[in-house]
């Protein structure tokens, strides 16, 4: 039981990933809410690498659903463990740069923290 509940928040983590590499590409303004003062979303360059970024977002959320459909829980519960990296670093990122502590805490540290408890109830369950 504890598993598919885990499995239905890794889907829910894959789908918001994907959603926030759609937005970067549709609505790159919003890349602003990542946490980095200063972000200049009308710069050509910046909205290059956000696109890169974007991509890349949506490739992580889809590894997940490919997971879901087709690997153990254990499988995913390592892969959500790996994963957790990203929003720690984009954490270490946003506090590097002098940004919110809201961002650093309420939106990267606390998606580390729910990747890291799915990651544990998938590999241990």
């Given at each position: 039981m504890l598993i598919n509940v885990?499995?239905?928040l890794a889907g829910l983590i894959g789908a918001g990933i994907i959603f926030v590499g759609a937005r970067a590409l549709w609505a790159p303004?919003?890349?602003?809410?990542?946490?980095?003062?200063?972000?200049r979303t009308e710069d050509p360059n910046f909205r290059s690498?956000?696109?890169v970024?974007?991509?890349?977002?949506?490739?992580s959320g889809l590894f997940i659903f490919i997971l879901l459909a087709g690997a153990t829980p254990h499988l995913?519960?390592?892969?959500?463990?790996?994963?957790t990296g990203i929003p720690l670093g984009d954490a270490l990122i946003v506090?590097?740069?002098?940004?919110?502590?809201a961002a650093v805490y309420g939106v990267?540290?606390?998606?580390?923290?729910?990747?890291?408890?799915?990651?544990?109830?998938?590999?241990v369950g």
């Amino acid at each position: 039981m504890l598993i598919n509940v885990a499995s239905v928040l890794a889907g829910l983590i894959g789908a918001g990933i994907i959603f926030v590499g759609a937005r970067a590409l549709w609505a790159p303004q919003a890349a602003a809410g990542f946490g980095i003062p200063g972000t200049r979303t009308e710069d050509p360059n910046f909205r290059s690498w956000l696109s890169v970024k974007a991509v890349r977002d949506i490739a992580s959320g889809l590894f997940i659903f490919i997971l879901l459909a087709g690997a153990t829980p254990h499988l995913l519960g390592w892969f959500m463990l790996a994963a957790t990296g990203i929003p720690l670093g984009d954490a270490l990122i946003v506090l590097r740069s002098k940004g919110p502590r809201a961002a650093v805490y309420g939106v990267h540290g606390a998606t580390a923290v729910v990747m890291l408890a799915i990651s544990v109830i998938l590999l241990v369950g």
